[in-house]
């Protein structure tokens, strides 16, 4: 069983039958901005605040948070990928990920 530590931003999820952590890095976070087209960590979060997130965001989001947890993966990779769920599955996990980073949902904030 992989073990994630919330308190470091990780979450752990199951992709394509294998538990794999995922993080939103410093990396990975400057990553979405480039591919959001937005200037900073703030307007990125306003921008997942809305609640409305494409396949291809939920791709994106997923993709940077698996290369986070160190996987070697493409976003076309992830695009192929599968979970319980389905697209409802993908959802779960990148607004999971998306709460743990930015610190929301459960009260705390990610340490530095």
Do not use: H, Y
Not at 2 to 21: F, K, L, S
């Amino acid at each position: 069983m992989t073990m994630a530590n919330r308190r470091r931003g990780e979450i752990a999820a199951t992709i394509d039958g294998q538990e794999r952590v995922l993080c939103l890095t410093l990396g990975a976070l400057a990553e979405l901005e480039a591919a959001f087209e937005v200037e900073d960590l703030a307007a990125l979060a306003q921008r997942f605040s809305t609640g409305r997130l494409s396949a291809r965001d939920l791709t994106r989001v997923v993709a940077a948070g698996l290369r986070g947890g160190g996987a070697a993966v493409s976003d076309g990779d992830v695009a192929t990928m599968t979970t319980e769920g389905g697209i409802a599955g993908f959802a779960a996990i990148a607004v999971d990920l998306l709460k743990v980073t930015f610190g929301a949902g459960d009260g705390t904030r990610p340490d530095p």
